[in-house]
């Protein structure tokens, strides 16, 4: 148990309750003041995300880097990049191309510092026969072969689908998930109460919750990290995929379009007619998961064969 | 008014220490529950929520089946106050503010059902409006904990106003009260909708995504509340010297007969649905009635029994005799409330999430540690319900008063 | 509130779309950008779109030690009768319309360093995909919008394209089954091996 936000809820639970409360008030009362003498009281302190001024947000990112680099004993880098301007962020995956070798799963993994122990991954890879077409109740997500593709079978990788009309984001009792402007559906890990509304509500199992604190070797840490992203989160909280923000949003593509080994998986701006993502859009058959349920997803299966 | 109040707590305090063998082996027994419920707790605040048995596929189980089905509880109250102050009612009036302290018990528990439930509960205070950031109006979630909270207020008001003017031994203000009360049957109303829709509005879960879970909440509500209210009245008024008429009681069971029978009714409707209409979706209720992916499912043994107790606790209440004898009565209200307590707890949430968004199925049974701690929070909305129960007894019954505890010192109450 | 802001990213998005249509009307010609220009400015203005020149195509994969093929093959005579070769490249299994074809249909028997078209034309081993889309002609179009095949780098900015041959062996292109990684852990043994840690 080296998590020292983990740390922090049970001694605030014990100890730091009562100033607590009394500091909620000072806060109020003095909103100028942004940071106390302990990071603990700080951290159950922090004010929702849309409330933060930019003092306030890079003393949380200060924290932060500082709590993490001292569970990690490495330097780490939080940022809090915002959306960029004129860009929706949009995914498409040929699932006549997937092979379902699962690279993606791991890969995402390592970029995102998910933990380790217990499990957690972002892409739930469905193994499905060609002769049923996609029909969930005959889908596998546990398929171990010795080679993929298996001959008769074909593969649907599924996370988050960045839905236009989120039913998360619909049911979260705090705001603490949120479609930003780049229609990147982002969770605050330091905001979530652990209520796992969200859960219920996602039609595609996309939601994880960290219902232990995460184990991550410091050695397999991805020290490149954002707040909204991939920085190393808390027990007790949900996490899901965001289209890699410490990369999108700085030009690059996410990780598992790079590690698809049949490029499969294509990413881009939904307002750019040069895009990819657009090519896809208006010359491919594309194929919505659960269309049915006007979630509007951003994240579009296709026949690209 | 302020001395009299102190009297009160000091005359309250004094009611519920004092008791015979068979009270204080009950409170011993709440307390032990709710003890070792308090250490199962803290253990799952230290490790995590890995130590119940949800898990992603199913995220919400045990915790949110109690506490679903003591909103049920809770919201019942609503079902004695409407005949009692709209009709002005005698013979249920009297009876009335055990239903308002039953009511505030059910929603101690309830509230303690989310706060076990939570993964982050040193963030509750995200939740108080103003301090932290409510999702209203869109967060069926934030309405919740709106409703439910008033809703326990409002019971806390009204029920202690009542008692407290039965020990000053004066007649309640109707101005007061009846405002209050007519405001209480929405709300109670509003707090089981409201967790209805939370299920309900989660296109996600087709099992819930029907338009008569809501009406379905309200009519099972309507027969496990007041099953509790009328095993309760029994004990009451065999232990003291408080009266409680036969009437009151088979007036209770006549209006519990008409909301079991429309809770039948509605079931039935969504089974045919379901069944007859045979689409992708009828998968959920084929797990909670036989099973699914060939395989026999291990919860059907309770969507049968959920609904075996219901039908036969239904026909002992319909038939004015088997109603009016208080043996098959009582066996109905304990059938009636078994099955209802099934089907929030096990049928409503697992079938729900079985199999899951990508068809995967996991099969839940609650952890030791889930029972453990749902035991205690029991332990503890039942300590709280008795304690209140004896000092509303006392009061009413003219026991403890103002008057007696000026004349004789609060000792000789 | 919400509506408003929503209003206001609306109004955003028209008035970045007219500029846009504006600068393209006048200044048709996409401005030449330097290799080590910064793609992206995060949070300013608008993505550069993609263009041919942000394109970068992978080496072709050969064997070690393979390429120049005039190395060996300078001294040798020409036989342009199709047959089984058993003294080099044994290791070749065509598997790639074997019925209608051999080596020096793609290969150029002149130029041993070049690939010809079926009109003759020589091409590098570089632009191998230009043979490639002759017979599919609708994956080099995909292709080349990056529809077809796997894109690293930048996804509004400079990529890396694979050539056709960096994944389907051009002999045999049938693209080869993977050992998959691990299943997930079952919800089931979760805590189990949570524990054992």
């Known amino acids: 148990m080296n998590d020292s936000e983990q740390g922090t809820q049970t001694k605030i639970g014990r100890r730091d309750m009562l100033k607590g409360l009394a500091a909620i008030m000072a806060t109020l009362s003095a909103s100028g003041c942004t940071t106390t003498a302990s990071p603990d009281l700080d951290a159950f302190l922090q004010q929702h995300f849309w409330k933060l001024s930019k003092a306030d947000l890079d003393a949380i990112l200060a924290r932060l880097e500082k709590q993490y680099a001292e569970q990690f004993g490495r330097p780490v880098a939080v940022k809090a990049t915002p959306p960029l301007e004129g860009v929706t962020f949009a995914y498409a995956l040929d699932i006549a191309r997937c092979i379902g070798c699962r690279r993606c799963v791991y890969g995402c993994v390592e ?155 294509k990413f881009g701006n939904l307002q750019d007619p040069k895009s990819e993502i657009r090519y896809i859009l208006e010359n491919k058959r594309v194929y919505i998961l659960k269309e049915d349920l006007n979630t509007q997803p951003k994240f579009y299966y296709y026949f690209g064969i | 008014m302020v001395r009299e109040l102190y009297g009160f707590v000091r005359g309250s305090i004094g009611i519920v220490r004092r008791g015979n063998r068979a009270y204080y082996a009950w409170v011993a027994f709440l307390l032990l529950l709710a003890i070792q419920g308090v250490a199962a707790y803290y253990n799952q605040a230290r490790t995590g929520l890995i130590l119940t048995n949800m898990r992603d596929p199913i995220s919400w189980a045990f915790y949110i089946g109690n506490f679903t089905f003591l909103v049920g509880v809770g919201a019942a109250a609503v079902m004695l106050v409407i005949p009692a102050y709209i009709y002005d009612w005698k013979p249920i009036k009297e009876v009335v503010v055990f239903g308002e302290l039953l009511a505030i018990a059910a929603m101690v528990m309830c509230l303690l059902f989310v706060l076990v439930d939570m993964g982050r509960p040193d963030r509750f205070w995200h939740l108080i409006p103003f301090l932290g950031s409510l999702h209203l109006p869109t967060s069926l979630l934030s309405w919740d904990a709106v409703v439910l909270n008033v809703y326990l207020l409002l019971n806390l008001v009204i029920a202690s106003y009542l008692i407290f003017c039965a020990y000053r031994g004066r007649h309640y203000n109707p101005r007061i009260v009846v405002p209050l009360v007519i405001f209480s049957i929405p709300m109670a109303i509003s707090i089981h909708t409201v967790t209805a829709f939370l299920y309900n509005g989660m296109a996600a879960r087709p099992y819930w995504n029907s338009a008569i879970l809501a009406p379905r909440f309200l009519a099972s509500a309507f027969c496990s509340g007041p099953a509790v209210l009328l095993i309760l009245f029994q004990i009451v008024r065999r232990t003291t010297r408080f009266d409680i008429k036969d009437e009151a009681l088979h007036k209770v069971a006549e209006l519990m007969a008409y909301a079991m029978g429309f809770n039948l009714f509605l079931t039935g409707a969504e ?143 | 509130m919400r509506t408003a802001h929503k209003a206001l990213i609306q109004t955003g998005f028209i008035l970045v779309f007219a500029a846009l249509f504006l600068i393209t009307i006048v200044n048709s010609e996409d401005a030449p950008r330097r290799a080590d220009e910064p793609l992206v400015s995060p949070g300013t203005g608008v993505p550069p779109p993609s263009v041919d020149n942000a394109i970068a195509v992978a080496p072709p994969p050969f064997s070690e030690g393979i390429f120049p093929c005039s190395d060996c093959h300078e001294d040798l005579k020409v036989n342009t009768t199709p047959r089984q070769l058993t003294k080099n490249h044994k290791n070749i299994v065509l598997k790639h319309d074997e019925q209608n074809r051999w080596c020096l249909d793609c290969h150029d028997a ?45 996804w509004s900015g400079r990529k890396q394209y694979l050539l056709c041959a960096n994944c389907h062996n051009p002999h045999a292109p049938r693209y080869k089954p993977l050992q998959p990684l691990p299943p997930p852990v079952r919800p089931e043994d979760l805590k189990e091996r949570y524990e054992r840690q």
């Open chain 1, 111 to 265: 970029e995102n510092n998910q933990s380790r122990n217990p499990q957690i991954h972002w892409i739930t890879v469905l193994e499905m026969e060609k002769a049923k077409g996609v029909d969930l109740q005959h889908a596998d997500a546990y398929y171990d072969r010795p080679l993929v593709p298996e001959p008769g079978r074909f593969y649907m990788p599924v996370a988050c689908q960045h839905c236009s009309k989120p039913p998360c984001v619909k049911v979260c009792p705090v705001n603490a998930t949120w479609t930003d402007k780049d229609g990147i559906v982002v969770i605050d890990y330091n905001w979530c109460i652990g209520c796992r509304c969200c859960m219920s509500a996602c039609p595609y199992g996309a939601r994880r919750f960290n219902w232990a604190a995460p184990r991550l070797p410091a050695d397999e840490l991805n020290t490149n990290t954002e707040y909204l992203g991939n920085r190393p989160r808390p027990r007790g909280v949900v996490e899901k995929c965001h289209f890699c923000i410490q990369r999108v949003r700085h030009g690059r593509y996410p990780k598992c379009v790079e590690v698809c080994p049949v490029g499969a998986r």
């Open chain 2, 271 to 413: 089974i045919f649905k379901e069944y007859y209409s045979d689409t992708q979706h009828l998968v959920h209720i084929q797990y909670l009635f036989s099973g699914i992916h060939g395989r026999p499912s291990p919860i059907a043994i309770y969507g049968w029994s959920a609904l075996a107790l219901g039908v036969i606790a239904f026909l002992l209440f319909v038939v004015p005799a088997t109603r009016k004898n208080f043996i098959t009565m009582n066996l109905g209200c304990l059938m009636i409330y078994g099955s209802v307590y099934i089907e929030k707890g096990i049928a409503l949430l697992i079938p729900g999430y079985t199999p899951d968004v990508l068809g995967q199925v996991y099969e839940y049974v609650p952890s030791v540690t889930e029972v453990r701690v749902s035991m205690g929070i029991f332990g503890i909305g039942f300590l709280l319900f008795t304690l209140m129960v004896k000092v509303a007894l006392a009061t009413l019954s003219g026991r403890l008063t103002a008057g007696a505890v000026r004349a004789n010192g609060i000792r000789a109450v």
């Open chain 3, 110 to 154: 002149k130029n041993r360093d070049k690939l010809h078209l079926a009109g003759g034309k020589l091409v590098d081993f570089t632009e191998s995909y230009k043979l490639c889309g002759q017979c599919h002609g609708p994956n080099l179009r995909d292709w080349k919008a990056g529809e077809h095949g796997k894109r690293t780098g930048e």
